[in-house]
């Protein structure tokens, strides 16, 4: 029994710890890792591919290597030869038909597929499908020319097959320029660095999460403690009616600020009374629309929490204060707002890092633009690098190092706020009961 | 009453169970971003199975291919979309066997192996691809081979509404002779502008409807750069882009023109309402615009624009002026077989799409969404060569260019669109937003783009 009860608190930790290391250590832990490759959309994610293509060739003569070497892995030859007859006489064609050639073009050397094809076509007992043309294509072909090989060593035995052998060290030169797949790099970090728009990209998220943060604790509090002196019918009502925008799916609420905003939208008709020309006023005022409609979504939760805060206050305290003559102004200032610095804090933190990671309702009302990054967030930013480019051009390693600033940043964030709310004197207990 | 039930279990079990082994069905999924207009992307895939079906009999094969049609992406977003889907689906061993992608995906997902060189499936020298257009085979082609099969071809053409040209002073043979003279060089984009600053100050449009430009980002925007004099964007020979320092500026200077000094199109034009955009230039509340062969299905049906020939003229884009010259965009969506496809099912759907590319099965398609075809054969097939609009648009193919396939096109065009709406909103002026497209290409591409 004594047992268990040691174990007990391990026990009840058991399942957060689980998923804390499922969706945070272990995800954060692979987005560091990935965040040292070249990983992306063309050299894809899974498996090695070693290819000599054309684009191989061109970097190959751009180097030092033998340039004779060069020539023979560029070559590409179709030699009706022992091997190749083998190989055929094991594959499905009729014995005919193999024989045929073995008889006829035995020896002979083709320069391009096309004249083995013509070559072909002249027998009688021919290949008569394009597939089993190509199966005597691929048996005879001297060339290491796109073909794929997945390790090092079938790489190898690609070069040994058409007669070449190179030392260990040209090996690793061709093997490095014809791997098709990721590579470890240091490359995200330096790129990042060099870009201009890091530095921009990085105060967008600053003003974005400070303003936004500003605009929805602020009207939280306000519609908490205007609703808090509000008939209780009342007060429901209008907390019912701000939390529309919570409740409503992103791309329908997201849907009516564009109606709103744009030239034939409501804005422009209303305006148009007084005289304003029809705008498309989200390109006009991009970052305007970004922090409201972002915020009023915000506020809503924090009004939730905040008007139940304000309630749990005993409400003799503020029967006090009215008898000593505080205006509501005087209560709020000196006895509500103090009680509250905990759902603050847990609101001002939530957001804070919850504002840094969120990008959905920019993403869908300006994606970033107009111009130059004018609205794009870091978020955002490792969104479109990794997962969202028009041409498909995604780059999940730098992606991943995107993210993984983010990280660290959120997590000094965190830190930054428990220093400066004071934290441990937060959860201290209460010295009223002792 | 059990003994009977499984009497009749075993009956049953019996009479269909040589029906079972007999035909192996095939499945064969088809995604493609598809509009209403654009369904015969699947459609004619799911015909040819039709075909194929019929010969696989002939030829005693127990095989049977059913088509299943896959994602069809749409909306603004849905290019992108598709693009991310395809990737990370085949990297996880699903998404389709066959897809319709954009040309330049080629590079990228032939490099990531997502795709089969379809050159080493299909014979190209066969019918129908013996009759392809000779300018299509290398916009299908990286790294020296052939990958996909043009699905449709098409041309961005630069259009103009006739009634306003002649309020400004055209005459009806001045409009006919427009095109031609687009063509040789005459009538430049300096023109545009300062037509459709006269069509804006006899109060026939709003302002900022002179030079009504399309709504959002694409590839369309290329051809302001391409008309330009060194608007080059591929080195064949190195196998790397250009980005030509006078082109770009000349590219940026012109809507920055178009806005600030004669102000003939809106600052904010960029990311407006596409529905609204397609019933302004389809209702003569623009002067000049630009868009594609495709929008005559929109323009002449959902718009009701009945009298497209009379009311709106078309052309190449007009150059840049001097050293440049007059051309248009053709962006071929493509045919491409996935690596989600294994043994059989490779050479099944090379032969659904052989099939899907006969004359008659690829107009359908050219017809019901206006794109171009593919074959000159084509051109022939009734129903293609009796529409007056596909018939005189395939004229434009001739001086079109097509955009690299590079695998690092994406990040290039990013960049230099980033530095077109900056130039365009005013934020920066177009020399400054040259330079921070090149100092930003210079940094984080380094040698894979040859700026000049």
Known sequence: MRGIRRFLPALFMLPASLSVTLFFVIPVFMTF????????????????????????????????????????????????????????????????????????????????????????????????????????????????????????????AGLASIGIEVTDDVFDVLLEVANTSWKWTTGNYSELMASDFTWKILANTAFYVVLTLFFNVGLALVLALVTFYMPSGQSKFFRAVWLIPRVSPSVIYIMLWRWLSFDGGFMSYILGFFGVQPENWLNEFPWTFVIMANGFVGASMGMIIFASAVVAIPADVLHAAEVDGAYPWQQVRRIILPLMAWPILFITTYQTLSLMTSFEYILLLTDGGPGFFTTEVWALNAYHTALSNYYGNLRYGFGATLAVVLVAVGIAMSLIYLRLFDFKKLVAEPQIEN | ????????????????????????????????????????????????????????????????????????????????????????????????????????????????????????????????????????????????????????????????????LKAIGYSDADIAALPAKVKSGQYTLQNVLEDAKKIQDKGLVE??????????????????????????????????????????????????????????????????????????????????????????????????????????????????????????????????????????????????????????????????SAHLGITNAQTKVSQYADDRWTAEATVLLKSAFALPNSVDFGQYDTLVWKGLTAAWSGDLSPQQAVDTVVKEMQATMGDKVIIR
């Open chain 1, 33 to 156: 890792v990935f965040s040292f490759t070249t990983m992306s959309s063309d050299t894809g994610i899974l498996g090695s591919r070693y290819i000599v293509s054309e684009a191989t060739i061109r970097t190959l003569k751009d180097g030092d290597l033998d340039a004779a070497l060069v020539r023979q892995l560029d070559s590409r030859v179709f030699a009706v030869n022992e091997a190749g007859l083998a190989a055929l006489r094991k594959s499905n064609l009729k014995p005919t038909v193999v024989k045929e050639i073995e008889e006829k073009l035995s020896g002979k050397v083709y320069a391009s597929e096309k004249q083995l094809f013509a070559a072909l076509k002249g027998l009688s007992n021919r290949p008569r499908s394009f597939k089993d043309r190509k199966m005597v294509s691929k048996a005879v072909v001297q060339t290491l020319k796109n073909r794929e090989f997945t390790t090092p060593k079938e790489f190898r």
């Open chain 2, 1 to 164: 009453m059990t003994l009977k039930r499984l009497a009749m279990a075993v009956l049953a079990a019996l009479l269909f169970a040589p029906l079972a082994t007999q035909a192996a069905e095939i499945e064969i999924e088809v995604w493609a971003p598809a509009d209403e207009n654009e369904r015969y992307r699947f459609v004619a895939i799911s015909l040819a199975a039709n075909v194929l079906n019929e010969e696989l009999k002939i030829e005693g094969s127990d095989t049977r291919v059913v088509v299943k049609e896959g994602t069809s992406f749409g909306g603004s977003q849905g290019w992108a979309q598709l693009k991310q889907g395809f990737s990370l689906a085949v990297e996880a061993g699903k998404g389709p066997h066959i897809i319709v992608g954009g040309h330049e995906d080629i590079p990228v997902w032939g490099s990531a192996g997502l795709i089969y060189p379809i050159e080493d499936y299909i014979d190209l020298e066969a019918w129908p691809f013996s009759d392809l257009f000779p300018s299509l085979w290398p916009i299908m082609s990286w790294n020296g081979q052939v990958w996909g099969i043009p699905q449709d071809a098409e041309s961005r053409p630069f259009f103009a509404w006739n009634p306003h």
């Open chain 2, 207 to 368: 302002k900022g409807y002179g030079f009504y430009p399309r709504a959002t980002k694409g590839g369309d925007y290329w051809q302001f750069y391409a008309v330009q004099k060194g608007g080059d964007m591929y080195d064949a020979k190195s196998g790397k882009l250009i980005l030509d320092k006078g082109a770009l500026l000349a590219y940026y200077q012109f809507f920055n023109d178009a806005v600030f000094k004669y102000g003939v199109t809106k600052k904010n034009h960029l990311g407006m309402d596409w529905d609204q955009w397609y019933n302004e230039v389809a209702t003569g509340k623009a002067g000049l615009w630009h868009g594609g062969t495709w929008h005559y299905a929109r323009y002449t049906r959902r718009e009701g624009l009945d009298d497209f020939f009379d009311k709106v003229m078309f052309s190449l884009i007009p150059s840049g002026g001097s050293g440049g010259k007059a051309t248009t965009l053709t962006h071929p969506l493509t045919y491409l077989i996935s690596k989600r496809a294994k043994g059989e099912e490779v050479e099944l759907a090379a032969r659904l799409i052989t099939i899907a590319s006969e004359p008659r099965l690829n107009t359908l398609h050219a017809i019901a």
